[in-house]
C-alpha cells in the first residue's frame, strides 16, 4: 500500500521541492536500511504533531538515526519505530514522476550534499574581506540593476518594510526599531535604512 504526502520546508533541499507529492510505502525498521528517506511523526509540546521526511544516517538498538540532506548535522532525537510512517519510494514533480534512492545511491546523494557546508565555511572565510571591500565601494549597483518591489506592513510592532525580488524577499527594514537585514548579493546595492538615497527600485 502506497500513502502520499506533501513536502514542505527546506530540510530535505536539494532533494525534494516544497509541493512535491511523495509517495511513501509503510515499512517496518527492520527493512530499513542506510540512506533510506523515511517519512516520520514528531510530537509537539502542544499536542500537534509533525511529520518530517528526513533520510536514514543510521540505525541504533531500537530507532533510527535522521539528517535533512540540507541539514548541517543530525536530528536531535532517534525516530522511534512507532513513529516510522514509511520509506519514499517515488515523487511526483509537475506530472513526471521520479524515484526516490536509498541505500548506497542514498548515502552518496547526501553525502555529496552535506559536502556543501564546510565547503561554504571555507569560501566565506576567504572571501570576506574582498566582498565587503566590493560592498563598501558601490560599483556593483552602478553595474546592476534588478527591479525590487517594495511592501510595507503595519505590525504589533510598528511598520515592517520589505523588499521583494521576484517575489522573494531579499530585505526587511523595521523603522521604529531601526532594525535592517538584507540578503547576500542584495547587500551590495542596498544599504540601511532603505530611505529615499537608498538604491532600491521600486
Wanted: hydrophobic content about 35%; overall charge positive; aromatic content about 10%.
Amino acid at each position: 500500500m502506497t500513502n502520499t504526502r506533501y513536502y514542505r520546508g527546506p530540510s530535505m533541499s536539494g532533494t525534494f521541492r516544497p509541493g512535491d507529492r511523495l509517495h511513501y510505502t509503510p515499512t517496518p525498521i527492520s527493512r530499513i536500511g542506510r540512506g533510506d528517506v523515511v517519512i516520520f511523526m514528531v510530537r509537539k509540546g502542544n499536542g500537534k504533531a509533525e511529520y518530517p521526511v528526513h533520510r536514514v544516517v543510521s540505525k541504533i538498538p531500537g530507532g533510527l538515526i535522521t539528517r535533512g540532506d540540507n541539514n548541517s548535522g543530525i536530528d536531535k532525537l532517534p525516530v522511534l519505530p512507532g513513529d516510522i510512517m514509511g520509506i519514499v519510494t517515488h515523487l511526483d514533480r509537475k506530472g513526471k514522476k521520479r524515484p526516490v534512492h536509498g541505500g548506497f545511491r542514498g548515502v552518496f546523494r547526501s553525502t555529496f550534499l552535506h559536502a556543501r557546508f564546510p565547503l561554504k565555511r571555507i569560501l566565506k572565510f576567504f572571501l570576506k574581506k574582498p566582498y565587503n571591500a566590493v560592498k563598501r565601494s558601490g560599483i556593483i549597483s552602478t553595474l546592476w540593476h534588478p527591479v525590487l518591489k517594495k511592501a510595507t506592513f503595519n505590525t504589533p510592532k510598528g511598520p515592517l518594510i520589505k523588499y521583494l525580488y521576484r517575489g522573494r524577499t531579499i530585505a526587511y527594514w523595521w523603522p521604529r526599531q531601526g532594525l535592517f537585514h538584507c540578503k547576500k548579493p542584495f547587500d551590495l546595492i542596498l544599504r540601511p535604512p532603505c530611505s529615499a538615497d537608498s538604491k532600491d527600485r521600486d
